[in-house]
């Protein structure tokens, strides 16, 4: 029998905020006892900050705790024990899984995790594929590399958790994968918004397959922020006539947060499970009201091994203002992440997100899902060149087209660009993430 | 959520947490017990948060601070 709850956990998806946070806060003293008593790294740190966990009583204390960076955790993995440096809180034999994060910013960060941490990321995504319809009687195909990258990992075990049947499907190519998804009636999948539109687009191209005639009904996607964007979250449900819902986490910190299957234009901060604030960009005030946009400061309340205490994420994200009609009282960021304080860029002194250009772009149902952004200095000037393909059908329109998308730039962006236009599959097409967003500037 | 069914449910984790606990001080050295025990704290432990206790079973719900 199916169950009838939409709720993973109908006790605390649906506990009174004020009982939340009472928890919430009892446990942030707990871990960080935990980091002050098992790691040398976080005691010296807190040391240094003239702080112990005993002072920790209040909200007002709790904000006083320091926060770390990425830097910070990659500082901390250069001491022993390797590879994950003095920050870790458990003997080494008590290590039962490796990731690591991309390292596209330099050194890439490890993150050991217990049996007992795995059993939590997995527990996790557990209220995010429920909360989206996952149950048993899914067949689940994942086409994911199955990696040192934690990506889709827990969503597998997850899967197993809740009693779906899960189609690992690792090393095949994007046809195959999409083949096997035809020859077992998979119901459900997980990818990047990237991904899933690469793999629309081989469905169709490749194969003269039609993705929304396949079987798939719901598709959660992490890694970018694309289905948050309301623009390319379209184009992904109309591609694969399924639902598509949003979740975001994070190697360091977990997987904190999901849309619901009500889809209110944001997600759930899982409050259960992490404690998010949000910090002014400018006064280093938390936020706490509703539609005022800041950065992302985070803490998993459970996890042991290498804890993730009042981590700066530089995730943007402002408060929604009115509760889910889902019936959870965990909060609702609204749109998503709205970007990375460090992905903004100024160019020409505006500033840009990249997420804004992706947003116009996939609204023009005239292009195709690839395109590209180049910043340059030419010069004493600065000059953003936009490339783009068109949809088989669509080039005769093609001046129309380009003079409304300038225009829409511009007026959404504020800024003005180069349009190239390519042929169509001449632009790069990735498997994962996307590196679509190309600063050529020195010193960016 | 009625609070007399999550209070019969934390007993329950509770008193599988004390048999669990004994099954490793008997099996000893006997990895395909206490292998398979160490897991299954693991997923306790998950019973534990999901009932709005700490992953040890101990209560998290103190006074409501400012």
């Given at each position: 029998?199916?169950s009838p709850?939409?709720?993973?956990?109908?006790?605390?998806?649906?506990?009174?905020?004020?009982?939340?946070?009472?928890?919430?806060?009892?446990?942030?003293?707990?871990?960080?006892?935990?980091?002050w008593?098992?790691?040398?790294?976080?005691?010296?740190?807190?040391?240094?900050?003239?702080?112990?966990?005993?002072?920790?009583?209040?909200?007002e204390?709790?904000?006083?705790?320091?926060?770390?960076?990425?830097?910070?955790?990659?500082?901390?993995?250069?001491?022993?024990?390797?590879?994950?440096?003095?920050?870790?809180?458990?003997p080494?034999d008590?290590?039962?899984?490796?990731?690591?994060?991309?390292g596209?910013t330099?050194?890439?960060?490890?993150?050991?995790?217990?049996?007992?941490?795995?059993?939590?990321?997995a527990?996790?995504?557990?209220?995010?594929?429920?909360?989206?319809?996952?149950?048993?009687?899914d067949?689940?195909?994942?086409p994911?590399?199955?990696?040192?990258?934690?990506?889709?990992?827990a969503?597998?075990?997850?899967?197993?958790?809740?009693?779906?049947e899960?189609?690992p499907?690792?090393?095949?190519?994007?046809?195959?994968?999409?083949?096997?998804?035809?020859?077992?009636?998979?119901t459900?999948?997980?990818?990047?918004p990237?991904?899933?539109l690469?793999?629309?687009d081989v469905?169709?191209?490749?194969?003269?397959?039609?993705?929304?005639?396949?079987?798939?009904?719901k598709?959660?996607?992490?890694?970018?922020?694309?289905?948050?964007?309301?623009?390319?979250?379209?184009?992904?449900?109309?591609?694969?006539?399924?639902?598509?819902?949003?979740?975001?986490?994070?190697?360091e910190?977990?997987?904190?947060s999901?849309?619901?299957?009500?889809q209110?234009?944001?997600?759930?901060?899982n409050?259960?499970?992490?404690?998010?604030?949000?910090?002014?960009?400018?006064?280093g005030e938390?936020?706490?009201?509703?539609g005022?946009?800041?950065?992302?400061?985070?803490?998993?309340?459970?996890?042991?091994?290498q804890?993730?205490?009042?981590?700066?994420?530089?995730?943007?994200?402002?408060?929604?203002?009115d509760?889910?009609?889902c019936g959870?009282?965990?909060?609702l960021?609204?749109?998503?992440?709205?970007?990375r304080?460090?992905?903004?860029?100024?160019?020409?002194?505006?500033?840009?997100?990249?997420?804004?250009i992706?947003?116009?772009?996939?609204?023009?149902?005239?292009?195709?899902?690839?395109?590209?952004?180049?910043?340059?200095?030419?010069?004493?000037?600065?000059?953003?060149?936009?490339?783009?393909?068109?949809?088989p059908?669509?080039?005769?329109?093609?001046e129309?087209?380009?003079?409304?998308?300038?225009?829409?730039?511009?007026?959404?962006?504020?800024?003005?660009?180069?349009?190239?236009?390519?042929?169509?599959?001449?632009?790069?097409r990735?498997?994962?993430?996307?590196?679509?967003?190309?600063?050529l500037?020195?010193?960016? | 959520?009625?609070?007399?069914?999550?209070?019969?449910l934390r007993?329950?984790?509770?008193?599988?947490?004390?048999e669990l606990?004994?099954?490793?001080a008997?099996?000893?050295?006997?990895?395909?017990?206490s292998?398979?025990a160490?897991?299954?704290?693991?997923?306790l432990?998950?019973?534990?948060l999901?009932?709005?206790?700490?992953?040890?079973?101990?209560e998290?719900?103190?006074?409501?601070?400012?």
């Open positions: 029998m199916q709850t939409p709720y993973w956990n109908p006790y605390l998806e649906t506990m009174p905020l004020e009982r939340l946070r009472a928890s919430q806060l009892s446990r942030f003293r707990s871990i960080l006892t935990w980091a008593d098992h790691s040398p790294w976080y005691r010296e740190f807190y040391q240094a900050a003239g702080l112990e966990p005993g002072d920790i009583q209040t909200w204390d709790a904000r006083r705790v320091p926060k770390v960076d990425k830097g910070m955790l990659k500082g901390a993995q250069e001491q022993e024990p390797f590879p994950y440096g003095s920050r870790l809180c458990v080494l008590q290590v039962a899984e490796f990731r690591q994060t991309s596209t330099g050194t890439p960060v490890y993150q050991a995790d217990t049996w007992q941490d795995w059993e939590w990321w527990e996790a995504w557990c209220y995010i594929l429920w909360s989206q319809g996952y149950r048993p009687r067949r689940v195909f994942i994911f590399g199955y990696n040192i990258f934690v990506a889709f990992w969503g597998h075990y997850a899967c197993e958790k809740i009693g779906c899960v189609v499907g690792g090393v095949l190519d994007t046809a195959s994968r999409v083949l096997k998804i035809q020859e077992l009636k998979a459900a999948m997980m990818g990047t990237t991904y899933m690469n793999m629309a469905a169709r191209h490749k194969l003269g397959l039609e993705p929304a005639e396949l079987s798939i009904e598709i959660t996607c992490a890694g970018e922020p694309g289905a948050s964007i309301p623009s390319t979250k379209q184009r992904i449900e109309s591609a694969w006539g399924a639902k598509l819902y949003d979740h975001a986490g994070a190697t910190i977990g997987a904190w999901y849309e619901c299957a009500a209110p234009g944001g997600l759930h901060v409050e259960a499970l992490f404690l998010v604030e949000i910090e002014d960009l400018v006064t938390i936020i706490d009201q509703p005022k946009r800041g950065k992302m400061i985070i803490t998993a309340l459970d996890r042991r091994a804890p993730c205490i009042r981590f700066d994420s530089k995730d943007l994200i402002e408060w929604a203002p509760p889910c009609p959870r009282t965990f909060r960021i609204k749109g998503g992440v709205r970007g304080a460090d992905d903004i860029t100024k160019v020409k002194g505006v500033l840009l997100s990249p997420s804004a992706e947003a116009v772009v996939r609204g023009f149902a005239e292009l195709a899902d690839e395109y590209e952004v180049v910043v340059e200095r030419i010069g004493d000037s600065e000059r953003i060149t936009l490339k783009i393909e068109f949809n059908g669509a080039e005769g329109d093609q129309e087209t380009l003079a409304a998308l300038k225009n829409e730039l511009r007026l959404k962006t504020n800024l003005g660009y180069v349009i190239e236009v390519h042929p169509l599959g001449a632009l790069t990735y498997e994962v993430k996307a590196r679509r967003f190309k600063d500037r020195e010193g960016h | 959520m009625d609070q007399a069914k999550i209070d019969s007993q329950r984790a509770a008193r599988l947490r004390a606990e004994a099954l490793c008997e099996a000893g050295d006997f990895p395909a017990v292998r398979n160490a897991r299954i704290s693991a997923s432990a998950m019973i534990s999901s009932l709005g206790l700490d992953a040890s079973g101990a998290t719900e103190g006074p409501i601070a400012n």
